[in-house]
């Protein structure tokens, strides 16, 4: 059956807008929101009541599901301004089928493609003066669905909250980011919800990586769970390698995110000659490469930070540095990325959505 609904967006704007009181040079990511947010309720089997409404706390049991077994699935997407003040968007219908195919995973009902879009693009507009001109600063989108059902029984939850909630962003900087790579902790197993953006993969990453920053390192390079033998995702991002001129990265499965940031630049990169392969990448092959000195470069790929370079790698309590490359492809691909999404360039692959 096809998730739909035929009732009207109920939209209730705030009295008075609280944008004066931000300082737009000075956004902690993710932590600042818009003056409006959606919510919609899957109830009797079917989703009700668009709302979009200012921005606030709900009112929810405790005893709702997703406290106790943490049916919550979530996306991450963002809104930019060009140099005209136009806003777009970027495949914003990746994320709307991502975030069914990660519901589906956990057991949740799929959200009505109309309403998504619909919301989505009301809500933008809304809040539009949100969104800072100048490359780097962006509305942060993020959608998310939890289980609203009261009862601690375990079981799928029949009722269900979709909201989306906006934060203003400015260009996120991570430095050069240091990995310890994985041999114990694992982030997603064969069969497991890695591939679904599922609220407790994040929660179940927070003490590995707390290990590696007590060793002076920022984030994990996650490795297959059976033997650590293969490099599968950086942190909360995809994973890219550069051994001499060629990319390297993890193929799609039920153990790794189907990143917008790692196909878009797996398609530009072909586009500019550049080889990549979608395969097991070694451990070990890695760490040779960084010993003969043919592994160029290292990157994690998504929409937060865009394209984060690796400047140093542990892997069994031996450290080896990185050389951080001028005219690297790290460089190179942000600068395409970027500049489809603010509108700067031609758009061959027909990426950008424009809201208004
Ligand atoms: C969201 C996410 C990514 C990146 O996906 P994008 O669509 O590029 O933002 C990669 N890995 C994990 C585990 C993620 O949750």
């Given at each position: 059956m096809k998730p739909s609904t035929t009732q009207k967006l109920d939209i209730q704007k705030v009295e008075?807008?609280?944008?004066?009181?931000?300082?737009f040079s000075n956004l902690t990511f993710g932590s600042t929101f818009s003056d409006h947010m959606f919510e919609c309720d899957y109830k009797d089997g079917k989703w009700q009541n668009p709302t979009i409404k200012p921005y606030g706390p709900l009112s929810i049991s405790?005893?709702?599901k997703v406290f106790h077994y943490g049916q919550a699935v979530f996306e991450g997407m963002k809104a930019y301004k060009d140099d005209n003040g136009k806003v777009w968007l970027f495949r914003p219908e990746q994320n709307f089928l991502r975030i069914n195919k990660s519901s589906v995973r956990m057991a949740m009902p799929e959200f009505p493609r109309d309403i998504f879009f619909e919301a989505l693009t009301t809500l933008v507009k809304m809040d539009k003066d949100w969104i800072k001109p100048g490359l780097g600063n962006s509305l942060y989108i993020r959608p998310f669905v939890m289980a609203t059902q009261v009862?601690?029984?375990?079981s799928p939850s029949t009722e269900y909250k979709f909201m989306i909630l906006m934060s203003p962003a400015q260009a996120y900087y991570t430095g050069n980011v240091k990995v310890v790579i994985a041999?114990?902790?694992?982030r997603s197993a064969n069969g497991?919800?890695?591939?679904a953006k599922a609220a407790g993969n994040y929660g179940a990453q927070f003490f590995p990586t707390n290990l590696a920053r007590e060793k002076g390192f920022q984030q994990v390079i996650w490795t297959d769970a059976?033997?650590?033998q293969y490099l599968e995702e950086a942190g909360t991002m995809n994973v890219f390698f550069r051994v001499n001129d060629t990319l390297l990265t993890a193929p799609i499965s039920d153990r790794i995110l189907d990143g917008v940031t790692r196909k878009s630049l797996i398609a530009l990169a072909k586009q500019d000659n550049i080889k990549v392969e979608e395969r097991p990448v070694l451990v070990s092959e890695i760490v040779e490469a960084a010993e003969n000195g043919t592994l160029k470069e290292i990157f994690g790929a998504g929409t937060a930070a865009v394209i984060s370079p690796v400047s140093a790698f542990s892997y069994k309590d031996k450290t080896h540095e990185l050389e951080m490359l001028e005219d690297s492809f790290a460089n190179r691909f942000k600068k395409e990325l970027l500049d489809i999404q603010y509108n700067r360039s031609e758009d061959p692959f027909d990426w950008r959505f424009e809201v208004v």
């Open positions: 008075r807008s609280r944008i004066d009181q931000v300082d405790p005893g709702a009862g601690v029984g375990a041999d114990h902790y694992s497991g919800v890695g591939a059976s033997n650590h």
